[in-house]
């Protein structure tokens, strides 16, 4: 362990040349970033969750109810045994082959039984009540540790001459708002980590996953070797967009549908011009080239630009997809939804849900569209996220 430790903490990897761990330990005259430090993001990340617990339910919760936005959910599937341990024992998604045999074997047509499984994925989905409280929690943080970093930077100097990054580096004292800023990022990030595991589950979660990733190790990379003062700046330009596409989620949630409209308008004009423009140049210009002048490459410098290259790559597939939906938006007139979509939908759901038998569904089919056997009313599909 002592042989992986020394490996890991090599100082030719973390550190410029001629600098050793040593020279970075805290004396009576300065302090300086040190990697046990972060131990401490593990159990306030955890706090920062069950504060995001009590916080969605007694806040964001009754102003919910107060927008009159209600608790319902999905349209649940017609309880069947047979489809039901298909469903969580086998595949959510089968095939053509299993619904011929599953076909057979309940005598209903294989359009029944797919209308069936579409109903019982959507059934695990969030309401839309669940839904504006985690967008309201996200909002409440992020327009916080946005604020928080906007008073902090702007008495910085580094703010407005990114050179200063890099002056008397890595010799750069930490400063209590620079650890409390850090520390309360790596936390809210870690807790989003895990959280994304019974959050709502979107058609990007992967994609979040590796942004997630990707932000715990820039913030733990720029923290270990003292690249902080950059790394203040990334996750400020970061948190400013993040603060209008919760604004413009819990609109939509409430209905209120011009209010959406505008706040995802400015959403997409801040978070291209941030995250396509801003960001390659000012923190790639600074990370990239003035610190190769000023200080000049070493391996964790490598590694830290390829994190920030990595983040530009999200950025670029993500403005993509804001782009998409804004013009599907100008067609539509209206923000409707985003391709993060929480719910499956087609024009199969409008369809009445699983009969009991297969001569039922055609006896039925004749008569009242919306209705199933025994009394079966079915429903609208729930609205998609913006």
């Not at 045994?81 to 074997?105: M, N, W, Y």
């Not at 967008?135 to 604020?147: A, C, D, E, Q, V």
């Not at 190769?292 to 390829?306: A, H, K, R, T």
Request: net charge positive; hydrophobic share 40%.
């Amino acid at each position: 362990m002592a042989g992986i430790l020394a490996w890991f903490w090599n100082e030719r990897f973390w550190l410029p040349h001629n600098v050793t761990w040593a020279d970075l330990k805290n004396t009576d005259e300065a302090t300086f970033p040190q990697a046990e430090d972060l131990y401490l993001a593990c159990p306030l990340a955890f706090c920062i969750f069950m504060i995001r617990l009590v916080f969605e339910r007694f806040i964001a919760r009754p102003c919910a109810m107060g927008l009159k936005i209600q608790a319902n959910g999905p349209q649940k599937a017609q309880p069947n045994a047979i489809l039901e341990k298909v469903f969580t024992a086998i595949t959510k998604h089968p095939d053509e082959k299993r619904l011929e045999g599953l076909s057979k074997q309940l005598d209903w047509d294989v359009r029944t039984i797919q209308r069936w499984f579409r109903q019982r994925r959507n059934q695990e989905k969030p309401s839309t009540l669940a839904r504006f409280c985690e967008s309201m929690w996200r909002f409440t943080f992020y327009l916080y540790i946005f604020t928080y970093g906007v008073r902090f930077l702007k008495k910085t100097p580094w703010l407005w001459n990114t050179k200063e990054c890099w002056y008397n580096y890595p010799y750069q004292p930490l400063t209590v708002d620079i650890h409390y800023y850090y520390i309360l990022e790596l936390s809210f990030y870690l807790s989003l980590l895990f959280s994304q595991f019974t959050d709502i589950r979107r058609k990007d979660f992967l994609i979040m996953f590796l942004h997630h990733v990707a932000t715990i190790s820039l913030i733990t990379f720029s923290y270990v070797n003292n690249m902080a003062r950059v790394g203040t700046l990334v996750m400020c330009l970061h948190d400013a967009a993040d603060v209008l596409i919760e604004a413009a989620k819990m609109a939509n949630y409430a209905k209120c549908q011009i209010l959406c409209n505008l706040l995802f308008a400015m959403f997409a004009i801040l978070f291209i011009s941030s995250r396509l423009g801003v960001y390659p140049v000012w923190i790639l210009n600074t990370t990239l080239f003035e610190s190769w002048e000023i200080v000049g490459p070493y391996p964790s410098w490598w590694v830290f630009n390829l994190l920030l290259i990595l983040l530009q790559l999200l950025h670029s597939f993500w403005s993509y997809l804001i782009v998409k939906t804004a013009c599907r938006a100008i067609s539509k007139g209206k923000v409707s939804k985003d391709d993060r979509s929480d719910i499956e939908s087609s024009s199969d759901e409008d369809d009445s849900p699983p009969p009991n038998q297969k001569h039922h569904s055609s006896a039925t089919n004749g008569t009242n569209k919306n209705h199933g056997t025994n009394g079966y009313l079915t429903g609208a599909p729930y609205p998609d996220e913006h």
